[in-house]
């Protein structure tokens, strides 16, 4: 169970599709005044991951002296060298966003996967700078705010939530998962699948995830609320459906499944109970616990297959 606790996503979801995601959540904002010592605030790491998101900050950099302005990153150096320590100055009131070298090399497997495809510091930094970019947009998960429960499922309960300062304009849905139920009913696989899939999918009739986060004892995922209800309910409301309405909802889907299918990814779990309705009427495919990525080998596999058939 401990060693489930210490796992990030990352470490088996695809890393080009969810490392920010991840990363976002690792990232702690800091408030520092002109004149401060980064390097010498106790709070804040030596080696770590610096993100410039408004004031100015001085460096040195291998002896050079580099100014910081808002959008720019230090500190990379000090992940691929064990000489390398923080040395900068706050010049203008600052925030800055700091992300620990222990935790890239804990809780995610970044440095791992940069090691093991030999990518280098550039692609590091590339990687940073996607990040940067979202950290202007990320849902903090220090600032979710839970109002009451939505719904309660098999690993655990879907809460709706919204983020301080901002109660009054958008809402979600905060499915809570229990870490420690997972692994008894041996369901961690399916989660993290569905996770992955729905990071590398974006489509108008399937649920989008908006973020994922993650504590001692919870896996949480994120998702925009959707108010229609389920498809189920509907049918068991009207008994059935007039042929035209039953051909719009069956286009819908087929769609959602044409897209899936185009990214060689099976659904798997089709029911009225996996399908909701948004305020317009229209289907939204949710639950990818049973879905299934395939490689293009499968495919290739299936056409030879089908060639010696005929």
Known sequence: ????????????????????????????????????????????????????????????VYGETREKKVGDIFGIETVFD????????????????????????????????TNRNRTSKQDMRSTM??????????????????HSELGKGAFGRVWLTTFLGDEKTKTYALKEMKKKNLVEKNCVTMILREAHILTIVKH??????????????????LFPIISGGELHELMEEYSYFSERASRFHMAVILEALSYLHGKNILFRDLKPENVLLDDDGYCKLIDFGFG?????????NAQKSQLRMI
């Open 82 to 113: 064990e000489a390398q320590l923080i040395d900068a100055e706050i010049v203008g009131n600052c925030k800055l966003g700091v992300l620990k070298v222990e935790d890239l090399k804990e809780k995610t497997t970044l440095l791992e996967y």
């Open 129 to 146: 700078k996607k990040l940067q970019a979202s950290l202007y947009t990320t849902l903090d998960y220090s600032k979710l705010r839970i």
């Open 292 to 300: 299934k990525e395939l490689n293009s080998l499968f495919f290739l």
């Open 1 to 60: 169970m401990n060693d489930f606790r210490k796992t990030d996503l990352l470490s088996i979801l695809h890393p080009q599709s969810y490392q920010i995601k991840l990363l976002s959540t690792l990232v702690f904002h800091v408030k520092l005044d002109k004149g401060t010592l980064v390097h010498e605030v106790e709070s804040l790491p030596k080696k770590g991951v610096y993100f410039v998101l408004s004031g100015n900050v001085k460096c040195q």
């Open 204 to 221: 108008q009739f399937i649920i989008d995830i908006v973020n994922v986060y993650q504590n001692k004892t919870s896996l949480l995922m």
